[in-house]
């Protein structure tokens, strides 16, 4: 209760308008910044994904299908033209977007959605090279299998690898068969695959019969937030637990995260759904009971907001909060929750420092935060 009482004090807020009436500011106290949020973009229908292009523009997905440029000044484009036919259903729709690495060379973008097929849909992955406001030379580089009917559960977050690979994080698709301890399934998996859409030469089970060679990890529930640690250029990824236990992994190859044999969550309503540990499937980093739903992750490393270096910051749909987590090496030592009052669904460290949130609504926000002056 101590705790709550601190959050409601900290989320005590100012509100101001400009002449325009379109940007809102926020003031927040936090432990170690006072903080200013302000409503930079709205109307986006139930935002997904944000990519920083230059000058000041973004790329921002809407899972209801389609993709647009944000301009410096919060105004939206047009739908980009020539996203493949996506199915929106449930969970599922247009999901993350991300630059190539080498995008001011080639314009190429990569992007996830849930796409239909025979037997239902999955997630799948293409890339694409941006131009004005159309793409061009789709290519699917990956498609989950199998494809089935559910609205659930599709991951969806891409991050580069530090030797250009790209990491895909997927979900179990509400199946609760052992598809997320299988080898031939992607369900419940991160994989990893060169840009060609091959499998990451440095992928466990390329020798393996009866394995997909594009898995990098198992055993996973639902993961919609990843970010490369900066000095150790690991891939950090939090998951949705069931009721409860939802979880921060360092997913490293060929690791049984446990799904859903290990798990600290139980069955909504009540009632076990597996034991808490395993030989041989390791423990999460972190995890949290009651759930907070989280989507969306970023370390911050930048010295606009200097008392958050090196801190890992996550989403939290259900609560509307921003957690920080201070970290230890690979030990979580100290959570913040962050009041924000909306769903989030994605956190991004922007180019000049500032972190840019997206909120889940069907009228939806970006949102970025920056120091009080
Ligand atoms: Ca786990």
């Known amino acids: 209760m101590k705790k709550l009482t601190k959050l409601l004090c900290a989320s005590t807020v100012l509100l101001a308008f400009n002449t325009l009436g379109q940007t809102q500011t926020t003031e927040i106290k936090t432990e170690k910044v006072t903080l200013q949020v302000e409503t930079i973009a709205t109307g986006l229908e139930h935002p997904w994904g944000l990519a920083f292009l ?7 997905t809407e899972r209801a299908g389609r993709l647009r440029y944000v301009n410096a000044d919060g105004s939206l484009s047009e739908p980009i033209a020539g996203l493949p036919d996506i199915t929106v259903a449930g969970q599922g729709g247009l999901l993350d977007v991300v630059l190539h690495p080498q995008f001011a060379d080639n314009n190429q973008i990569f992007f996830s959605f849930n796409q239909p097929g025979e037997n239902g849909s999955s997630t799948a992955v293409a890339s694409a090279t941006l131009t004005g406001n159309t793409l061009s030379q789709v290519q699917v580089v990956f498609s989950a299998q199998p ?10 977050r891409l991050v580069f690898a530090a030797n250009g690979d790209l990491f895909i994080t997927l979900g179990d698709r509400g199946s609760r068969r052992d598809d997320a301890q299988t080898s031939d399934t992607h369900h419940g998996k991160v994989v990893r695959i060169q840009t060609d859409g091959s499998p990451s030469t440095l992928n466990p089970y390329l020798q393996q019969e009866n394995a997909l060679a594009d898995i990098w990890s198992y055993g996973h529930r639902n993961i919609q937030g990843a970010a490369l640690h900066p ?3 690991q891939l950090w990824t939090h998951e949705h637990g069931p009721q409860g236990g939802d979880e921060i992994n ?22 076990k759904i597996g034991k808490t540990e395993q030989a041989e499937m390791a423990q999460p ?3 949290w009971v009651p759930s907070i739903a989280p989507s969306g992750m970023t370390f ?3 010295d606009l907001i200097k008392p958050w270096q090196q801190d890992l910051l996550v989403g939290s749909l259900k609560f509307g909060q921003l957690v920080r987590l201070e970290l230890t090496g690979e030990t979580v030592s100290h959570e913040e929750r962050i009041m924000i009052g909306q769903r989030i669904r994605d956190v991004r460290q922007g180019p000049e420092g500032a972190v840019y949130l997206l909120t889940d609504q069907k ?3 970006i949102l970025r935060i920056t120091p009080k002056k």
């Open 231 to 233: 000095q150790t250029q």
């Open 285 to 287: 980093l972190h995890y």
């Open 147 to 156: 494809k089935i009917e559910s609205r659930h559960h599709f991951g969806g």
């Open 300 to 302: 911050y490393s930048a």
């Open 250 to 271: 360092i997913t490293r190859a060929d690791v049984n995260y446990g799904w859903p044999v290990i798990t600290y969550g139980e069955e909504y309503g009540g009632g």
């Open 54 to 60: 230059a000058d000041g523009k973004m790329l921002v």
């Open 363 to 365: 009228d939806g926000q």
